[in-house]
Nanobody, 124 residues
Framework: QVLLVESGGGLVQAGGSLRLSCTAS????????LGWFRQAPGKEREFVAA?????????YYADNMKGRFTIARDNAKNTVYLQMNSLKAEDTAVYYC????????????????WGKGTLVTVSS
C-alpha cells in the first residue's frame, strides 16, 4: 500500500504561481512512477505530468501544460512536486497525485494509488 498526501493548493490570481507537493509513504518510492492529474468541475480527470524512475529519470507533460508546469521528484524525501507558473482560470481544478509501478501512464485508469487531492483556484 502506498499513501499519497498532497499539499500546496489554494487561491491564486491569474498569472501567479503555486507549487504542489505530494509525499508518499508505505513502499519503495523509486519503484513507482509518480504523476499529477487534475479534475475540473464537470470534466473528466486529465493527465498533467509524470516523473518515472524505474526506466530512467524521465519527465512527461501534457502538451498544453509544457512550459508552464514543471514536475520534479526528490527520492530522498519521497516527494514529487508540481511547479505551476502563469496560471490561468482554466487551471482551476482539484489536483491529484498518483502512483503506479514501473513505467508511467497518462491514463488515470492505470494508476494504482491516488491521493485525496488539493484544490487549486485561479481567479481571473
Amino acid at each position: 500500500q502506498v499513501l499519497l498526501v498532497e499539499s500546496g493548493g489554494g487561491l491564486v490570481q491569474a498569472g501567479g504561481s503555486l507549487r504542489l507537493s505530494c509525499t508518499a509513504s508505505g513502499r519503495t518510492f523509486t519503484n513507482y512512477a509518480l504523476g499529477w492529474f487534475r479534475q475540473a468541475p464537470g470534466k473528466e480527470r486529465e493527465f498533467v505530468a509524470a516523473a518515472s524512475w524505474s526506466y530512467g529519470n524521465i519527465l512527461y507533460y501534457a502538451d498544453n501544460m509544457k512550459g508552464r508546469f514543471t514536475i520534479a521528484r526528490d527520492n530522498a524525501k519521497n516527494t514529487v512536486y508540481l511547479q505551476m507558473n502563469s496560471l490561468k482560470a482554466e487551471d482551476t481544478a482539484v489536483y491529484y497525485c498518483a502512483a503506479r509501478t514501473g513505467y508511467y501512464s497518462r491514463n488515470s485508469h492505470d494508476q494504482e494509488y491516488w491521493g485525496k487531492g488539493t484544490l487549486v483556484t485561479v481567479s481571473s
